[in-house]
């Protein structure tokens, strides 16, 4: 338990980021589900440490593939966990020492004091879920609640019992490696935010380390602009005497020994692999080899184009950690697919031509869907790096505009860990909340069918969401390019927008989707409360930052000036009510026709009129009541997610058989996945 914080007093409870790679569809967060016998049994909320709780994933399902694809999974999980240290040292430069001043703690903490060991034991998890000291939603370093003293003491203590959790490197002396880290972790001016957008230089004020210290905007923006650098997206940038270079991720490259050893693993996958899915491989490891962009094309086309049982994710790919959003983080991610939801998943892709001949805007924007998406439905068995910082709930990949205009992409829904951290949050704090934020005569609906509409809603959201509408013909470039800083946003909110408006739809109903239109009315109650209780989140000034929030918050504020969401005030509270929700599909209809046009004209002025408008700012005294009626209920401040363990069975040296363990911690995680270098 933190020190000045009792579990009773919490603040703002900061949920799990609905993070997608590629983009998010934030969901209603307190939902009811119904269990079946099996998950009545089970633990999803595992562990509490002080504000912090740890929620374990299980993969329903794995010990019903082919043998084949369990080995698979296996060796593409150890291509992923190969890569981990490299997110850890793009996050901050000094982010792997601070985390082996931390393992080594925790690896021996016989004789350390107890309170002190939480301490320090609070903060280890909250490192390995962001793989830094920086939070992710506010992109702020967070500081520990012991001393560099305390942390002094007990690293000797620990180091008196085993000192081989350090990792000491040769001639390197424990004190050395506890001042080297003591800036990066208690100094909270040294390197404030892993990326600050408001900041007079974003480059130079980023803590992250895709860039050489001192490094300024301008001089990275003129290095591309100029054509000198080759590799935006997989290289840092460094100065070399007046110049800028970079430094570019392959073999015989920077993190060449972490690159090497995930070829190593993606060799032993191979014999395991599809031909196709093998094909893809070879391309991935020619690209790791060449640090060449257009091989990471070549794979890419070819990834997208495969849609085997076990599929991955393994790679330099989103660019959010970046401030000037040119450089790919690092992630590694193994699922599986999941056939009944991937049939349910099929409905809606076989009619993407209706909802774009439906949608509310003007016929110039709308396209023909050429390709139809690849969609599924997938149970992740192991997510690190980038793919881990608490939580990807899906996925759409390739980013490149191109590839998937030619090509096509592919929508993975991370079913598994969804729909179990759901299932945790209800054990832990779902009725509360419900009860504190919705009017009792919305309870009942809620219970019965928020989630359900929020598996459709993340589905629309991904696939006729993101995937859908064109540029004008007028316009030269993509979008992005004109709307600049508003674009995300802009585009979270078209998505959000597209999930909301087909909720209601006939053939939503039709396709059995939805029972019935109330689930959607439903589903509209929670979305309009889901915008003051994410207020939460915010706790010190008036700017929400993150995209996803942003676009929540633009769509209900926007509906509130329209008188389509009222706010009641009874007893001192404010409640967020939807008036009649005919009517607001209608407003939102409205609302989407004008996002669309401002995308697809390109227009920055547009794009940031509604977001400056509805999207940035909040009302800090509401924001403070929120805060205050989330302190009377007991909730986990911060999530992490514990992963299940594939455990090899070896045979004359090679592994021959892989079984599923959900018994492991997330300490014993995270330093099993540490050891393994
Ligand atoms: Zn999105």
């Not at 240290?85 to 004789?111: C, K, T, W």
């Not at 903060?123 to 939070?135: G, H, I, L």
């Not at 970046?322 to 991937?342: A, H, Q, R, Y």
């Not at 149970?379 to 096509?408: F, H, M």
């Amino acid at each position: 338990m933190t020190k000045d914080k009792p579990l009773i007093w919490l603040g703002a409870i900061l949920m799990i980021s609905l993070l997608f790679a590629g983009c998010v569809a934030p969901t209603p967060e307190e939902i009811t589900k119904p269990k079946t016998a099996i998950e009545e049994e089970r633990e999803y909320l595992v562990e509490q440490v002080g504000n912090l709780a740890v929620y374990r994933i299980y993969a329903d399902g794995f010990e019903d593939l082919s043998i084949e694809d369990q080995l698979l999974a296996y060796w593409l999980t150890q291509a992923a966990i190969a890569g981990r240290d490299i997110f850890y040292h793009q996050m901050h430069s000094q982010g792997l020492d601070i985390r082996r001043v931390l393992e080594g703690v925790l690896s021996a903490p016989e004789g350390i004091e107890e309170g002190l060991l939480q301490e320090i034991k609070h903060y280890a998890y909250r490192v390995w879920d962001s793989s830094s000291n920086y939070d992710q939603r506010t992109f702020k370093k967070f500081l520990p609640e012991f001393t560099y003293d305390e942390l002094v003491r007990a690293a000797h203590r620990a180091n008196e019992n085993d000192g081989a959790g350090f990792e000491l490197k040769e001639g390197e002396a424990l004190d050395e490696l506890l001042d080297g880290v003591r800036k990066a972790m208690f100094d909270p001016g040294f390197d404030a935010y892993l990326k600050n957008q408001e900041a007079e230089d974003i480059v130079k004020e980023s803590a992250a380390n895709f860039y050489d210290r001192g490094v300024t905007e301008n001089k990275v923006v003129r290095f591309y602009d100029s054509g000198k650098g080759k590799n935006p997206l997989n290289s840092r940038v460094a100065r070399k005497w007046f110049r800028l270079e970079e430094q570019v991720y392959k073999v015989g490259g920077l993190y060449s020994e972490e690159i090497e050893q995930i070829i190593y693993y993606l060799e032993k996958a191979k014999p395991y692999c599809p031909e196709n899915q093998a094909e893809c491989l070879d391309l991935l490891i020619e690209y790791y080899r060449s640090g060449d962009l257009v091989d990471f094309e070549k794979f890419n086309i070819a990834w997208v184009q495969t849609n085997p049982e076990v599929d991955f994710i393994n790679g330099f790919i989103e660019v959010y950690q970046d401030p000037l959003g040119l450089k790919g983080s690092w992630e590694g991610l193994v699922n599986f697919i999941n056939k009944e939801k991937t049939e349910t998943v099929q409905k809606i892709i076989d009619e993407v031509q209706y909802y774009e001949d439906s949608m509310p805007w003007k016929s110039d924007y709308k396209k023909v869907w050429k390709e139809k998406p690849v969609a599924k439905s997938v149970s992740v068995v192991s997510e690190i790096g980038d793919a881990a910082t608490c939580c990807v709930i899906g996925i759409n990949l390739p980013n490149s505009q191109k590839i998937r205009e030619e090509y096509g992409s592919k929508s993975i829904a991370l079913d598994n860990v969804v729909e179990d951290l759901d299932r945790g949050k209800q054990d832990a704090y779902g009725v509360q909340v419900l009860e504190e934020f919705a009017l009792p005569d919305e309870w009942e609906a809620a219970s019965k069918w928020v989630s359900q509409a929020d598996w459709v809603a993340l589905n629309f959201h991904e696939i006729i969401g993101h995937g859908s509408g064109k540029a004008s013909e007028s316009l030269a470039k993509d979008p992005s390019f004109y709307i600049k800083g508003y674009y995300n946003t802009l585009e979270e909110t078209r998505a959000e927008l597209v999930a909301l408006y087909f909720l209601p739809d006939d053939k939503t109903i039709e396709l059995g989707l939805l029972p019935s239109k109330d689930a959607a009315w439903a589903y509209y109650r929670d979305y309009a409360r889901s915008d003051l209780q994410q207020l939460r989140r915010f706790e010190t000034g008036n700017v929400i930052g993150e995209a996803h929030n942003q676009a929540t918050h633009l769509i209900v504020q926007y509906l509130i000036s329209k008188g389509e969401v009222e706010v009641k005030q009874i007893d001192g509270k404010h409640y967020y009510v939807v008036k009649d929700p005919v009517r607001m599909r209608e407003a939102l209809g409205e609302l989407l026709a004008e996002v669309q046009a401002v995308k697809s004209e390109g227009s920055y002025e547009g794009a940031k009129h509604l977001v400056e408008t509805y999207g940035k700012y909040l009302d800090e005294d509401l924001r403070d009541e929120v805060i205050e009626r989330y302190s009377n209920i007991e909730i986990p401040k911060y999530s992490v997610v514990v992963m299940p363990w594939l455990v090899p069975t070896h045979e004359n040296g090679r592994v021959v058989d892989v079984s599923i363990d959900s018994n492991e911690s997330y300490m014993e995680q995270q330093l099993r996945y540490s050891r393994y270098n």
